[in-house]
């Protein structure tokens, strides 16, 4: 199975954890999701397989969530799905799924529990951060 990312190229986290698939070797498939949208079967196929609600994939901060009234408990899971069809930026990124399962991948270091092999170390997120130490170990 390859590995898909649900990419935003605008967002630091999702370049990292394409960076990082790719380090490990994997050549993904890549799919902007601002620029195709999504469908009410994909991300409910999504989310169920990531175990995650639609109140829990929302993107809260950077998004319109608050100006369309969503951050409101009493928004239904329905209610959700349709604005995340309507604006896809309300959808949580970057979502991988590959052989291993489907996370979203937030912090970035959640990718390297998907991958078949880590990435050849050392290797630091774009703020400097170190996730993999020059030996190829996992930094905590």
């Not at 959808?91 to 390297?112: D, M, Q, T, Y």
Request: charged share 20%; with cysteine.
């Amino acid at each position: 199975m390859s590995i898909v990312i649900h990419h935003n190229p605008d967002c630091g986290t999702s370049r990292n954890v394409l960076e990082i698939i790719r380090a490990s070797g994997a050549d993904p498939i890549v799919i902007e999701y601002l620029k195709t949208g999504w469908t009410r079967p994909q991300l409910q196929a999504l989310f169920a397989s990531a175990d995650l609600t639609p109140r829990a994939a929302l993107r809260t901060s950077k998004s319109p969530a608050e100006d369309l009234g969503l951050l409101d408990p009493s928004v239904s899971d329905g209610a959700l799905l349709d604005a995340m069809l309507e604006h896809p930026i309300l959808v949580n990124r970057p979502i991988v799924c590959s052989a291993k399962g489907v996370r979203l991948c937030r912090p970035s270091e959640a990718v390297l529990d998907l991958l078949d092999q880590l990435p050849p170390g050392p290797m630091s997120k774009e703020d400097g951060t170190l996730l993999i130490d020059r030996n190829g170990q996992r930094v905590s």
